[in-house]
Nanobody
Framework: VQFVESGGGLVQPGGSLRLSCAAS????????MTWFRQAPGKERELVAT?????????KYADSVRGRFTISRDDAVNAVYLQMDNLKPEDTAVYYC??????????WGQGTQVTVSS
């Protein structure tokens, strides 16, 4: 199982980024997927989760609801996180993993998001 996260970077407050996660090694279309993040000195936390495409459902952390949108493309085994109206407190390393609101596999390298003026 492998996750390759990308799309992070430095952005000013109020800006947007779109993160991508390429997944392999399991049956992606049958798996819920979740984005997590870990800020310096803090524990890793759930950001957003999405069910399988048949009967799709999503769930967000209160801190990002209304600003972030999780989506998936089963044709290319990828999950995305559109992040709008970014705030400095969104600064963290972002990871994806298999599971509904949980991490069932080992972690990838993550992608760094820094929100700063």
């Amino acid at each position: 199982v492998q996750f390759v996260e990308s799309g992070g970077g430095l952005v000013q407050p109020g800006g947007s980024l779109r993160l991508s996660c390429a997944a392999s090694g399991f049956t992606f279309k049958r798996s819920a997927m979740t984005w997590f993040r870990q800020a310096p000195g803090k524990e890793r936390e759930l950001v957003a989760t999405i069910t399988v495409s048949a009967g799709i459902s999503t769930k967000y952390a209160d801190s990002v609801r209304g600003r972030f949108t999780i989506s998936r493309d089963d044709a290319v085994n990828a999950v995305y996180l559109q992040m709008d109206n970014l705030k400095p407190e969104d600064t963290a390393v972002y990871y994806c993993n298999r599971g509904w609101a949980m991490a069932l596999e080992n972690w990838g390298q993550g992608t760094q998001v820094t929100v700063s003026s």
